[in-house]
């Protein structure tokens, strides 16, 4: 299995609401990331775990929470969202050369689209 | 402050005309430059990086220092190149991405 699988496709949820989103990988992959793209706008990184540990948070707000159960597994749980957190979010995977001088080549999922009403 | 520019939203040309999408980076440590790629309705892949110095689908990019640049280039432009492609800049090591804002290219027949 060589792709990132994010589920769902869609979302849409009220600000009251909680729910997750899930991406998947088998490839072996040591570091995963959470990205936010708003329409027309590049992605913007939110989160990075290596080896299942939070490495990075782009000062993201409390109401994202990020979590890797697993090396296959990385989730998103989202509370009392705002309108403007609406988005695609994608999320990725590498190899994790990176530590041992290498850098490394992000593969995407397909993201899910998430509106907030 | 590290940043990525695409100066250009859209880039238009004929089908056979050579392209070239432009991108220069400000970054003070030693960065890794790739071009991503997103064809319609497809995810977001890598198209090439410039540690490996390969040519993918006709497009060669060169990094110069000296102008803080990573120029993507074609030849020969085709139809099914049209997509949208980010630069994007990751310290040496280090796992944050920071992308440009894209371009648009589009390729007429």
């Known amino acids: 299995d060589t792709e990132v699988t994010q589920t769902p496709k869609h979302l849409v949820m009220g600000m009251t609401n909680k729910k997750s989103l899930k991406c998947e990988q088998h490839?072996?992959?040591?570091?995963m990331y959470w990205y936010k793209q708003k329409a027309k706008k590049p992605p913007e990184l939110m989160f990075v775990?290596?080896?299942?540990?939070?490495?990075i948070n782009e000062s993201v707000p409390s109401r994202f929470s990020p979590e890797c159960p697993n090396s296959s597994l990385l989730n998103l749980h989202l509370h009392a969202l705002q309108p403007e957190d609406s988005a695609l979010y994608l999320c990725?995977?590498?190899?994790?050369?990176?530590?041992?001088?290498?850098?490394?080549?992000?593969?995407f999922g397909p993201g899910t689209r998430l509106t907030v009403l | 402050a590290q940043r990525v520019t695409q100066p250009e939203k859209l880039l238009s040309v004929f089908k056979g005309a050579p392209v070239e999408l432009k991108c220069n980076y400000s970054?003070?440590?030693?960065?890794?430059l790739f071009w991503y790629v997103q064809y319609s309705r497809q995810r977001l892949q890598l198209l090439l990086r410039?540690?490996s110095r390969e040519s993918i689908k006709g497009f060669t990019a060169d990094l110069n220092k000296g102008e803080t640049s990573f120029h993507l280039k074609k030849p020969f432009a085709q139809e099914e190149d049209s997509a949208m492609y980010y630069c994007?800049?990751?310290?040496?090591?280090?796992?944050?991405?920071?992308f440009g804002a894209g371009t648009r290219l589009f390729v007429k027949a």
């Open positions: 994007a800049l990751c310290d040496t090591g280090g796992f944050k991405t920071i």
């Open positions: 970054y003070s440590g030693s960065p890794e």
């Open positions: 775990y290596s080896y299942e540990k939070l490495s």
């Open positions: 490839m072996g992959h040591r570091a």
């Open positions: 990725a995977s590498s190899q994790h050369t990176a530590g041992m001088g290498g850098t490394d080549t992000q593969y």
């Open positions: 410039h540690i």
